[in-house]
């Protein structure tokens, strides 16, 4: 069900409500009703651009190349605004250095954009980022929804012994992390403010 539909439904389902005496707005158990609407987090924290963005990266969902080292990462979540409400079409800008800590600077190799779905659904395919000289490995990301200004952040890994030496780190800013099969999966919802 699209967004559109569902917040309509709950609208009427508000609506009716209002109109019922006040008994029947409590519903046993087991009984159909509108979702109660859930908290939304907090705005995601911006942080510096750092000094390796390069405007103009490519359009793809996997910045794995062949023959390129490094554990495989999975990155995946949803963009929300700040009324928990998907961000459809949202463009993500991912960033990163590669196992072994370094940039490319001059091509676009470990960087990338992708598009949120309708849902605000995003996922990207990439590999695990090396620590280099005085920061925590981390992996920079630029979200911009439709209508939203454009949030620069950076994301973490949960448990890594930089971070807490790491003067920019944030752990509002920690992929989740799982393993899944021969890989990693981290997940992280951005909230645009
Ligand atoms: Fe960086």
């Not at 609208?11 to 609407?37: K, M, N």
């Not at 620590?131 to 981390?138: D, E, L, Q």
């Amino acid at each position: 069900m699209t967004y559109m539909k569902r917040r309509t439904l709950l609208t009427a389902g508000f609506a009716a409500g209002l109109l019922l005496p006040t008994g029947s707005l409590f519903v046993a158990a087991g009984q159909a009703r509108a979702e109660v609407t859930p908290a939304c987090g907090a705005a995601t924290p911006e942080q510096t651009e750092g000094p390796y963005f390069t405007p103009n990266a490519p359009l793809k969902t996997d910045l794995h190349e062949p023959g390129m080292k490094g554990e495989q990462l999975r990155m995946a979540g949803r963009v929300l605004d700040s009324h928990c409400r998907p961000v459809s079409r949202a463009l993500l800008e991912v960033w990163q250095a590669d196992a072994d800590g370094v940039y490319d600077n001059r091509g676009y190799r470990l960087r990338g954009h992708v598009f949120a779905d309708e849902a605000g659904g995003w996922m990207i395919d990439t590999i695990r980022p090396g620590r280099y000289p005085g920061r925590t490995p981390h992996i920079h990301v630029k979200v911009k929804g439709p209508t939203t200004r454009l949030l620069t952040t950076q994301l973490y890994f949960p448990n890594d012994p930089g971070n807490a030496r790491d003067g920019i780190y944030d752990p509002r800013l920690l992929l989740q992390l799982e393993q899944r099969g021969e890989g990693l999966l981290g997940r992280y919802d951005f909230v645009l403010s």
